[in-house]
C-alpha cells in the first residue's frame, strides 16, 4: 500500500485540487485507493461527495489512536458511483474516503510528541484492500502534516510558478530532511508539481526554469496547467474524468500522467505530458 501525503506550506495553490485530481485518475485506471482528508477545512470530502452523517471523521478516529477503526467509518465517494455506470467496467472501482471535519484541528499543533505523530500510522496498519492513499494536508507544517508524512511512504510538495510559492516549497524541502532524520527514518522520494501553470505569463515561465533547475528530477512532469473548469467540476462533486469537454479531458490526461510519474518508483519520471 502506497501513502503519498499532498503537501504545502503556502495555502492557495490548489493542493487539494491536487489530490482530487490523483483521486480521479486512480478510480479512472481501477487503482483501490483511499483519501484522507486531513484538512480541518474537509474541502477533498466536500469534492468527493460525502460528509460524515453517523461516521467518526479522521480527527475522533486519530484520537482513539490503536482503538480507532478507519474501515469502519469510510465513506465511499460519490463519483464512484457515476463510474459504475459505464457499461465498460467488469466491476465497480473503489475509492473511499475517511472523511474530514473541524476536530481534527486539536492536532493541528506544532508541539506534538512522538507517539501523538504515529497516530495515523497505527491506523493505517490495519487497514487493508487499498492499493494506493491519499492524504489531503492543511497549508501548514503543523502536527497534522507532520501526522501525514510520518505515516507516509512519499510526499508531493505542490507549488505555483510564483516567488513566494516556490520559495515556500524549497523551505518545506528542507523541514522534511530533518523532520525524516528525527521521525520518519523510513520515508521515501520528496517530489514536487507544478500546478496552475498559464504558458502566457512571462513570470511563470521564468519561475518554472527557476523550479527545474532548484529541484531537479524531483519536479515531476507533467506541469499542471490552470483550469477555468475546476470550482464548477468540485462545486458539483465531480471527478475531472467525469466531467465532460476538451479541458476537462486534456486536464484528466495530465494527472492519468502524473499518477504514474508518482506511484512508480522512478522508471516513468522521463514519461512526456500530453499535449
Not at 519536479?219 to 496547467?225: A, N
Request: proline share 5%; net charge positive; aromatic share 6%.
Amino acid at each position: 500500500m502506497q501513502v503519498v501525503s499532498i503537501s504545502s506550506l503556502k495555502g492557495g495553490v490548489g493542493k487539494t485540487s491536487v489530490t482530487l485530481g490523483l483521486a480521479s485518475a486512480a478510480l479512472a485506471a481501477g487503482i483501490p485507493t483511499l483519501v484522507i482528508d486531513l484538512d480541518p477545512h474537509a474541502d477533498a470530502s466536500t469534492g468527493l461527495g460525502v460528509s460524515a452523517d453517523s461516521r467518526e471523521t479522521i480527527g475522533h478516529l486519530l484520537k482513539k489512536g490503536r482503538r480507532g477503526d478507519i474501515a469502519a467509518n469510510i465513506a465511499p465517494s460519490a463519483w464512484q458511483s457515476k463510474a459504475a455506470d459505464k457499461a465498460s467496467l467488469t466491476r465497480v472501482p473503489v475509492l473511499d474516503v475517511a472523511v474530514g471535519g473541524a476536530y481534527s484541528g486539536i492536532y493541528d499543533r506544532p508541539d506534538l510528541r512522538a507517539r501523538d505523530l504515529r497516530r495515523l500510522s497505527q491506523l493505517l496498519a490495519r487497514t487493508s484492500g487499498y492499493a494506493l492513499v491519499l492524504i489531503d494536508c492543511p497549508p501548514s507544517l503543523n502536527g497534522l502534516t507532520r501526522i501525514a508524512w510520518t505515516a507516509s511512504n512519499r510526499v508531493l510538495l505542490v507549488a505555483e510558478p510564483s516567488l513566494f510559492s516556490v520559495a515556500g516549497t524549497e523551505r518545506t524541502q528542507r523541514a522534511l530532511e530533518l523532520f525524516r532524520k528525527e521521525f520518519a527514518p523510513d520515508l521515501g522520494a520528496v517530489d514536487v508539481v507544478a500546478n496552475r501553470v498559464r504558458k502566457d505569463s512571462a513570470e511563470h515561465t521564468y519561475r518554472l526554469n527557476e523550479m527545474r533547475t532548484m529541484f531537479g528530477s524531483a519536479l515531476l512532469k507533467p506541469e499542471l496547467p490552470e483550469m477555468s473548469e475546476w470550482q464548477q467540476i468540485q462545486g458539483a462533486a465531480y471527478s475531472v474524468h467525469q466531467w465532460p469537454g476538451k479541458g476537462a479531458r486534456t486536464t484528466a490526461g495530465h494527472f492519468d500522467d502524473l499518477l504514474a510519474n508518482l506511484v512508480d518508483t522512478g522508471s516513468k519520471r522521463s514519461r512526456p505530458a500530453r499535449d
